[in-house]
């Protein structure tokens, strides 16, 4: 019996040692001989000079260990979904920084420039439009002409039809023209006092404009109409009665600020 008791404690001890010695070896320790006592010191050996092979099996045995079989657990699903967010967002942060940055260019500039005007107090204030303001005043002026070419076509042709297809055709083609002519006569500052164009050049655009809306007028009535007569009278009293008009509706939007863009300009 005693026999029998000492021979399975040999077994174990020898199964014992012969799992250590593979645990060594897996992790990169080499024993100091492959018949060493169960009790020997092995001598420890880098990691990272184990061969590619040894260390696929540290990793293998490690994972097999740690009951890693190649399938992300839920913790680390969401890990990886946390760590992406985290990265979009350092993208986003960086994006902001560099917005930042010229948003604080822009307003260094708009100070400097501020402190300029200041120090120049007698520098003259031109200005330009913007495209919305040509086209919202080529848009609105066309409604109050049209209204007006609609009451004198009515007038000399008596017919509603020959009224409303002269004021079609006038205001499609005349609401164009106006805008390029607004845009092309922006580009020049003559006339322009004190942030506003002065009466010469609204009485100066509103001549340019009517010698052109004449011409455009008489040939859509001709085409219309059909008489050369009603065309004319059509016309002559737009030429006299829209110029006039004209004239003061520049004058009100001489003083109306939206849509003009001051610029400061000096001499030094």
Not at 103 to 115: D, G, H, T, V
Request: with cysteine.
């Amino acid at each position: 019996m005693l026999a029998s008791t000492r021979s399975t404690r040999i077994s174990v001890v020898l199964v014992v040692v012969v799992l250590l010695q593979y645990a060594a070896k897996v992790h990169g320790f080499v024993a100091s001989s492959t018949t060493s006592l169960p009790f020997s010191k092995p001598k420890i050996r880098p990691h990272t000079t184990g061969s590619p092979s040894t260390v696929l099996e540290s990793t293998t045995f490690k994972s097999f260990l740690n009951g890693d079989d190649g399938v992300d657990t839920p913790q680390q699903r969401l890990l990886k979904q946390v760590e992406r967010k985290e990265a979009s967002l350092m993208r986003e942060r960086e994006k902001a920084k560099e917005r930042l940055l010229m948003y604080e260019q822009s307003l260094s500039e708009l100070k400097n420039q501020k402190a300029q005007y200041l120090v120049h107090t007698d520098a003259p204030t031109s200005f330009t439009e913007t495209a919305l303001r040509s086209a919202v005043k080529a848009f609105c002026w066309r409604v109050i002409a049209g209204s007006v070419t609609f009451m004198t076509t009515l007038r000399f042709s008596g017919s509603l039809s020959t009224a409303f297809k002269v004021v079609g055709a006038d205001f499609f083609s005349k609401a164009l023209t106006m805008f390029i002519g607004e845009r092309l006569m922006n580009k020049s500052q003559a006339g322009r006092k004190a942030g506003v164009d002065d009466p010469g050049r609204s009485l100066a655009k509103a001549l340019i404009w009517r010698l052109f809306a004449i011409a455009n007028t008489l040939t859509m009535a001709v085409f219309v109409a059909k008489d050369i007569s009603i065309a004319s009278k059509i016309a002559s009293t737009d030429a006299v009665f829209k110029t006039a008009l004209m004239f003061f509706y520049e004058r009100v939007w001489a003083v109306i600020e939206w849509g003009k863009e001051y610029q400061m300009e000096w001499n030094l």
